[in-house]
């Protein structure tokens, strides 16, 4: 693998993580606009695309938002490298696309099968400890900690793997995970949320 690696969306959760793992050049959002990218040294090996719109709910009200980031800013992503090793930091979601922004990774996902040198994963990671007050007792995962699937997420990247991969620690409910870094966590049911549909299993 080449020694120059390009990470977008640096500045959040994955993007942070992950350059504990990797020697890349990660700038945050406000020093590199996927959306207009500008002028910019192309001569990366490595691309590592993981800048994204990931703000489930507010994805329905604000579609436009949604699909420029995870569609557009995908595109113009993939002709600013079309010859590097292009990697495409999907979501869990993507299996079972049943809301807007889910249905935005795939459309992604769809555009970097165009590429000839690609490595889709799709993974769910959240922040340790869990960040929320509740979790859901009948939602399903693969997914882990930031901390767990980062250095995951490096291993393939560094064995240069191809093609569309699921990363994750093996099946569990969102509570499970969530009562490891959280014991006072409180159950709640996927249909008990009203203003998105969320799917139960991945």
């Keep these: 693998m080449g020694s120059r690696t390009f990470l977008t969306g640096g500045g959040g959760l ?4 992950l350059q504990k793992y990797l020697a ?3 700038p945050t959002s406000k020093e590199f606009d996927i959306l207009f990218p500008g002028a910019i040294d192309r001569e990366y090996d490595v691309v590592i695309h993981a800048a994204a719109y990931t703000d489930v709910t507010k994805a329905e009200t604000d579609r436009k938002a949604c699909f420029n980031l995870n569609v557009e800013g995908t595109a113009n992503m993939l002709k600013l490298f079309p010859d590097a090793y292009f990697v ?21 996902e769809d555009l970097v099968k165009k590429h000839p040198n ?27 900690y930031v901390d767990v699937i980062a250095p995951m997420i490096a291993k393939e990247i560094r064995r240069e793997s191809t093609g569309t991969i699921t990363l994750g620690t093996g099946r569990k409910n969102m509570f499970q ?26």
């Excluded at 495409?88 to 992604?108: C, R």
């Excluded at 409180?186 to 991945?202: A, E, F, S, T």
């Design 88 to 108: 495409y930091i999907s979501t869990e979601y993507a299996n079972n696309p049943v809301n807007f922004y889910s249905y935005t990774k795939l459309w992604g």
């Design 14 to 17: 994955l993007g942070t993580e």
């Design 118 to 144: 690609h490595l889709i994963i799709r993974t769910l990671f959240k922040a340790n400890p869990f960040p929320y007050e509740y979790a859901f007792i009948d939602q399903y995962t693969q997914g882990d």
């Design 24 to 26: 890349c050049y990660a």
């Design 177 to 202: 995970l969530a009562r490891r870094t959280r014991p006072d966590i409180k159950g709640i049911m996927v249909d008990d949320i009203k203003d998105v549909k969320l799917p139960k299993d991945y």
